[in-house]
């Protein structure tokens, strides 16, 4: 779907869900999905089913993370789920540092790609451990998922 067609239909929805899924700017080339989040600025609960092919390292690119802290409305949602297919160049400890640390609100799940290199693996694993070995938790736990780690969150934090 062209950029401003996905706009037009779903600039005031509260709760978008996408299934392998590609916004596409007029020139043929993959919106990132901050440009995305930011062009939904009534959401509370967003869901996106990353498409399995190299469309994923686009959608979700080494600044995604950066850039959707920038937006004023992505703190204020409710859930934010990017499942399956999550690939490496998500900025997993910039997430966890400077986003993941401070939310007090937003559901978190991420569900990484099965084909993480064992340097992102081990990343992951130290977040995960990190976050399991706090007691007392002053932020929202995310769930995340990739082979080899049980879900993060306890079902009723969650």
Known sequence: MFLDDFIFISSKAETVLLWPFSVINEDGSIVPLEKIIDSLPNINDFEY???NDDDATKIITSKTVE?????PHFSNLDSFFLNYHVPENFDIESFYENYVKKNKKTKISLVFDNKLSEEYYKRVIKIADDILSIKSHD???P??????IESTWEEEEF
């Open 67 to 71: 850039e959707l802290i920038k937006i």
């Open 143 to 148: 769930a995340l998922s990739c082979p080899g």
């Open 139 to 141: 932020f929202k736990v």
């Open 49 to 51: 089913q990353l498409p």
